[in-house]
């Protein structure tokens, strides 16, 4: 990370999911974690289809801003949700090729 791109805050923020009080991230930058891109916002209406509304007169003035414990449950949530769909349909391709026998009767 190059040191233009690091924003400090003056004052301690407010997570918009948690509404615990630090130094958080921005829901709308695009961060890098284990060489994946990452928009918090993004995963947010991706995995829970809910948007973090923008607000000047808010605690954060116009920044939404998440903390480290929800971007990890937030990270949590977004690769469960990846498996069971990746689940879903390996069970559905296999189901087609009849790879599933039916269980013999004792």
């Known amino acids: 990370m ?3 791109e690091i924003v400090v805050k003056e004052s301690p923020g407010l997570c918009r999911c ?3 009080e630090g130094c958080y991230k921005d ?3 695009e961060y890098t974690w284990m ?3 990452e928009i918090y916002a993004d995963m947010l ?4 289809d809910i948007s973090i509304s923008q607000h000047n007169e808010g605690p954060n003035g116009p920044n939404r801003l998440i903390c480290e414990v929800c971007i990890t449950r937030l990270r949590d ?3 469960f949700k990846k ?7 390996k069970c559905v391709d296999m189901i087609g090729r009849g790879a599933f026998k039916p269980k013999a009767k004792p």
């Open 27 to 29: 829901l709308g930058t």
């Open 18 to 20: 948690c509404l615990s």
């Open 45 to 48: 209406l991706e995995c829970f």
């Open 35 to 37: 060489d994946d891109t």
């Open 77 to 79: 949530a977004s690769n």
């Open 83 to 89: 498996q069971v769909l990746a689940s879903e349909k």
């Open 2 to 4: 190059e040191f233009d």
